[in-house]
């Protein structure tokens, strides 16, 4: 059993602050020979600021970290490297114009007697170190020629020809599809076997539950525990992870979210069938009436935000059809989307939102602008007054219309956002973590909106990973799990099923279809 | 945290115009002619038309205006375009051959030239925005090929408009007055307001900042990316059409291998100094055609010192340099550092001392 072994790496009392976060406080961590530990948590937990510790990308603040006894302190991956500690990251970190062999023995190749590389044992080591993954492939080959399921064994294969005796793997099955996934499952078994230890970062839960011997949780920055597999309900390490207990009592509610009537008779906004998209989130069937409020609930890279992107068209599909006020759509795009009606603040609102560098007057005008023709430009007092009025009626927190947006806090700038949305007049808006990093006031505000909104008939869906808030503002909330839609809570239609509330969600971000 | 980055203010809390800095090289430059060549303000009256260095400056600088105009665009979407200076080239070309070689007259001839610049803004367009080569690729392309081009059309020499040809139309548009001021100017100023019309009035300023400043966010928007870079790329093909028929028309010769040679990069030049990022976004029209006339002021005052042309291009070098040391922000808050430092460290011996 690895609990009963000696730890090989043994973290005590770790801290970490960065400007204005706390990114790790006071955690403590043990890892054995031969386990795969799964190391879990929501964003800003602390899981990449522990790896990067640990691997000497970032300083310790205090603390320790024992590799064998030994305490270390790298200061840099190569220096990691060196002591025994290999990453494998999320964006593979490997050279596409290289040979596999040269990936796997860069900055070590070796040398014969003129000091020039000796190509044929160069090659000769990288086809062992594969051997032992149980990979087989032309090493010669460039990179670029195999898929990214290759690269990561390329990039494992690297880690371990250093005699690695820590391997850290972080989220590597997030773009692998299910086969690749076993195929990488299959690896890790064999290096667990040979005695490896091996962090297994990712938020797929069925993954962990598969693969791992112990879950660490870690939450805002704190360890939360650290447990057999065996021996955590997946109930209880989505409740960890989440920070909260599935609560008695459901919330109040906001507003009259039900929709029961209008359903009935209208048509959908939008209805989705089989629509899905390779990688990103599998096929999913999704209605959505007019005046409803949606949830998507899951757990981060559930697939969530890819279901808002197909909708809005940012994604394209590359199965199935979507229907908008009953019309087939062909060619999917942002620009038809919006004619439709339909808006998006999506996640990142600092990437694919806001633009930064313009004013909040303009970047409230965009969409609307944009939609007109550049010839009947909205003339600038008409501008200033659709400005001036979401600027009021979502209490936007500007010195002028004419500041720069990337002057204004994460709230005012998700207000500006909405604002160019609203002044749409959508059919359908599509938030995408309204609230998240917003303040409290600012966040209520929001939940307000949505509200408003639902009872002027438009048709909001709400993709959040606050349960809560979904619980409070949803009339039927959709759950996603890893890239699947895999229920759905419509209290409307199912009259035994019991209400809408946080603990029905966890229950069934948590649990396969039981 | 990076949502800081942009937070990130003047420490006087004023924040210079995008000219600014062009204006103050400018004024400098005018200051030190001021004291050095007294003549160079001098404008005098002949036949009712103004003439001297100061009109020289505005006249000869009409082509990089022109240049610089349809330049700041392309900037402006993150993008640039090498190619102008061959277009020049091939423009001129092309009037020039129409003129001596067919019957159409001048009217077509023009027409033609300024449909072959389109044309090669277009293909400029295409390449970047249908094909996704990079814009300094696609349009370094031209720029090389576009000589050859120039030069094939020419008939590999350069070509020679004889006088009854050129007069009474052609040669009006190089030298001509209009309002007492040679008449390139006339042209520059005119597109230089109908594009800050159009850009200002019109929705095209908005699109075009947006695509450059955060083209995901702009597609989320709506924005359809590809017609507005289609767009300015055509747009500097047609200022750049414009400069080349003001260039032919100045000299009365098409020189496929001269005419319009590195303008581009001085193009470039004004569009930077003028206050326009390279890397996209806000841009500033009126900041391009102040930062051309600096350049063509530079040029002149250097030929009344009578810097000989071939070595001129080292002064000018160092001016361009020093107008960008001025805009960078690390050596403003270098200098800043700087010199407070030393004020505090004067400060502390002062206690020191006492």
Known sequence: MPTLTKPILKIHNLRKQFPGVLALDGVDFELTAGEVHALMGENGAGKSTLIKVLTGVHPRDSGRVELDGQTIAPTSPSAAEGLGISTVFQEVNLIPRLSVAENILLGRQPKNAIGAIDWKTLYQMATQTLTRLGVELDVRKQLAEYSIAIAQMVAIARGIALDAKVLILDEPTSSLDEKEVTHLFTVMERLRNEGMAIVFVTHFLDQVYRISDRITVLRNGRLVGTWPTGELERLDLVEHMLGRKVPQLSAQRVGSAAVPSSKISAKPVVKAQGLGRRGSVHPFDLEIFPGEVVGLAGLLGSGRSEVGRLIFGFDSATTGTLEVGGNQVVNWSPRKAIDAGIAWCPEDRKLDGVIPQLSVRENIVLALQSARSIFHPLSRAKQNEIAQRYVAQLGIKTTSLETTVGTLSGGNQQKVLLARWLAMEPKLIILDEPTRGIDVGAKAEIENLVAELSAAGVAVLLISSELEDLARCCSRVVVLRDRRIVAALDPSSDLEQNALDESAIMKLIAHHND | ?354
């Open chain 2, 1 to 354: 945290m990076t949502q800081d980055v942009n937070l990130k203010k003047n420490r006087l809390g004023w924040q210079p115009p995008p000219a600014f800095y062009a204006l103050l090289g400018l004024a400098a430059l005018l200051l030190v002619n001021w004291f050095c060549i007294p003549s160079f303000f001098e404008i005098q009256v002949r036949d009712g038309n103004f003439y001297g260095s100061l009109i020289d400056v505005f006249n000869r600088g009409a082509i990089g205006v022109l240049l610089a105009i349809g330049m700041t665009l392309v900037v402006a979407t993150g993008g640039v375009d090498l190619s102008v200076g061959s277009v020049v080239a091939i423009c001129g070309a092309v009037v020039a051959i129409v003129l001596t070689t067919t019957q159409f007259g001048i009217v077509v001839a023009i027409a033609a030239g300024l449909l072959a610049a389109v044309g090669a803004g277009a293909v400029n367009g295409i390449l970047i925005t249908w094909l996704r080569i990079e814009p300094i690729i696609a349009t370094l392309v031209l720029m090389v090929s576009g000589r050859g081009i120039a030069k094939y059309i020419a008939g590999e020499q350069t070509v020679a408009v004889p006088p009854e040809l050129a007069s009474p139309t052609l040669d009006f548009l190089g030298n001509g007055h209009f309002l007492g001021l040679p008449f390139p100017i006339t042209i520059a100023a005119v597109l230089f307001v109908v594009t800050l019309l159009v850009v200002r009035r019109t929705s095209v300023g908005l699109l075009v900042e947006s695509v450059g400043a955060n083209p995901s966010a702009s597609r989320a928007c709506g924005i359809n990316d590809t017609v507005v870079k289609l767009t300015v790329y055509v747009f500097a093909g047609f200022c750049a059409g414009l400069a080349g028929i003001i260039d032919l028309a100045n000299i009365g010769i098409a020189d496929p291998t001269n005419a319009g040679a590195l303008s581009e990069l001085d193009a470039i030049f004004a569009v930077l100094v003028g206050g326009t990022a390279l890397t996209g976004g806000r841009f500033s029209l009126t900041g391009a055609v102040i930062g051309a006339l600096l350049l063509q002021t530079l040029m002149t005052t250097l030929y009344t010192w009578g810097v000989p042309s071939d070595v001129a291009p080292v002064p000018k070098a160092i001016v361009i340099l020093l107008v960008c040391l001025l805009q960078s922000p690390t050596l403003r808050s270098w200098l800043e550092r700087t010199l407070r430092g030393n004020r505090k460290m004067g400060s502390r011996q002062v206690e020191a001392s006492s």
